[in-house]
């Protein structure tokens, strides 16, 4: 058991406390070998607004920061809980400053009212969320709604959760702030019952076996017919499921029904050809929230000209939860439910492993049995190759080119809400791929929503180049490169030119999984 003392509500306002919260649940989690305890098995328990920040962490933890503006290793850790018990919880907070609920904390809620929503939350289950168990007295200040709203919410999601009600009594069942000796039989009874209804929970919860990550199929699926590919659009057919064969066709044009036939996000996958050609890739010197993202996030972005000299095609959307449970037999997503979501919570060695950059893949990666089911080289694009497919001609900061104003001028969230999901509009989880607004290529989702695996490591730009495809070994700078900023990242973030990395220790490169990574499919077109 781990007592958090977080900033006293008299003295620091909500959103520090919760953010004291998370980094508690990071540093345990971080710490749990030291400590002897299961990182996955973790949860919260508190009262009033320990029950509401119990509450929070059930519906808003994260799986860490890939690459925080800092090299802290806390804050790369998830502040993810396996369940909440939350005794008399307020869920909702969005009221509070009109009806006069605030003037008993005033401290707590010293800040902006609009942000309300961000701390209340019965606005932030998901199918996703940890199980959540409330006890609440009918008698209590803090109605008992909250809790009854939060189970109601919990069950529209299809997630678990239930509520003790406790007849008669009041908030802090009118006796949580007494001692012992002042407690009369009844009221013991009342502690005794809800303790081990509490205790009973979290036996439930905590102790129920894990659920293992389901392997990849055993089987090799049946290898389609190899096709040269010269037309404008390659579309790989998955509609035989995991045994395969995936046959790869070709079309002159963008389907009309690309937005209207589920089928382009589920059953099939369109990759676009793209030229060869020249672009500057990276930030001018002079670009200023270039400058602050390459600091804050210790990865460069210095201007320099690319030639990349052999056409490829690039995946027009990025590869969908149901598109890899085609392939892979399983869907690994946090955000699971809705299937044409972006997959995430995939390693680099999930999606591909082994050599890099290009060469052979591993062998139960996704990349491996897509190659073995469609008789094509498929892989993840080169940085230089998602950039110059992310620009479609555009050469400021978005590529939306209505936006292009100027380089730091392009970064508003009004601008970046047209083509991205992001902090701003996310609501903390992914979307849909394809309701935003595609690029000049026809591209979609290439910002936000997930960031996206490249092929080689973090290394500093070296001027310009001819198909880079990554530095020799001993210019590594971090792990896998991530493109394209992701649902809880700024607006900054997604940039065309923006770079992130994993950023965890050396020996962990390639293996970690977090749920705002995915990929987008690229394929050698000579």
């Not at 290898?223 to 040269?228: D, E, I, Y």
């Not at 790989?236 to 790869?248: I, M």
């Not at 996310?426 to 989702?445: E, F, M």
């Amino acid at each position: 058991m781990f007592f958090v003392r977080h900033g006293d509500g008299s003295k620091f306002p909500m959103p520090e406390i919760v953010d004291d919260c998370r980094r508690a649940i990071r540093f345990i989690r971080l710490s749990a070998k030291k400590y002897n305890v299961e990182p996955d098995r973790l949860g919260a328990l508190g009262g009033s607004a320990g029950g509401h920040l119990a509450l929070m962490l059930a519906t808003t933890s994260d799986e860490g920061v890939p690459n925080p503006k800092n090299f802290d290793w806390i804050c790369r850790t998830p502040d993810r809980i396996a369940t909440a018990v939350a005794y008399y919880p307020p869920t909702d907070i969005r009221d509070w400053w009109a009806n006069g609920n605030v003037k008993h904390y005033e401290q707590a809620f010293n800040f902006d009212p609009k942000r309300g929503a961000e701390f209340s939350p019965l606005l932030w289950v998901t199918p996703q969320s940890a199980p959540a168990f409330m006890l609440h007295g009918d008698k209590d200040v803090i109605t008992i709604r909250y809790s009854q709203d939060m189970l109601a919410e919990y069950k529209k999601n299809g997630a678990v959760a239930d509520l003790l009600t406790v007849k008669g009594v009041g908030h802090g069942f009118d006796i949580g702030f007494k001692g012992f000796k002042d407690y009369t039989p009844e009221q013991l009874k009342i502690l005794e019952t809800t303790r081990a209804a509490s205790v009973a929970w979290f036996e439930k919860i905590l102790l129920a076996p894990k659920k293992e990550v389901e392997p990849p199929p055993k089987n090799t699926p049946a290898a389609a017919p190899q096709t040269k590919l010269t037309r404008e659009y390659a579309v790989v057919n998955l509609s035989k499921g995991v045994d395969g064969p995936w046959p790869v066709t070709e079309l002159d044009k963008a389907p009309e029904d690309l937005l209207k036939d589920d089928a382009w996000r589920t059953s099939k996958i369109l990759l676009r050809r793209v030229a060869p050609g020249k672009f500057v890739m990276g930030s001018p010197a002079d670009d200023k929230v270039a400058e602050a993202h390459a600091r804050d996030y210790h990865a460069e972005e210095k201007a320099h000209t690319v030639t990349l000299t052999k056409a490829y095609c690039i995946g027009v959307f990025p590869v969908t939860q149901e598109q890899w449970t085609r392939v892979m037999g399983s869907n690994p997503s946090y955000f699971a439910g809705n299937l044409k979501r972006p997959v995430e919570t995939v390693s680099w060695n999930e999606v591909r492993g082994r050599t890099e950059p290009g060469g052979d893949v591993d062998a139960k990666s996704f990349m491996a049995r897509l190659r073995a089911g469609t008789s094509q080289a498929f892989d993840l694009p080169t940085e230089a190759q998602w950039e110059y497919a992310c620009r479609a001609g555009t050469t400021r900061a978005l590529n939306d080119p209505t936006a292009n104003k100027g380089e730091g001028a392009d970064c508003t969230d009004e601008n970046v809400a047209k083509i991205a999901w992001f902090e701003g509009n996310s609501q903390r989880q992914t979307h849909d791929v394809g309701l935003k607004a595609p690029n000049a290529w026809g591209l979609y989702d290439v910002c936000g929503n997930v960031s996206q695996w490249c092929l080689e490591r973090l290394s500093n730009y070296e001027g310009d180049a001819a198909d880079p495809a990554g530095a020799a070994l001993d210019k590594l700078r971090g792990g896998h490169v991530l493109r394209g900023g992701y649902w809880s990242m700024p607006a900054s973030a997604c940039r065309s030119a923006a770079r992130d990395y994993d950023a965890s220790a050396p020996n962990e490169w390639g293996n970690v999984r977090y749920n705002v990574c995915g990929f987008r499919l690229a394929l050698p077109a000579e």
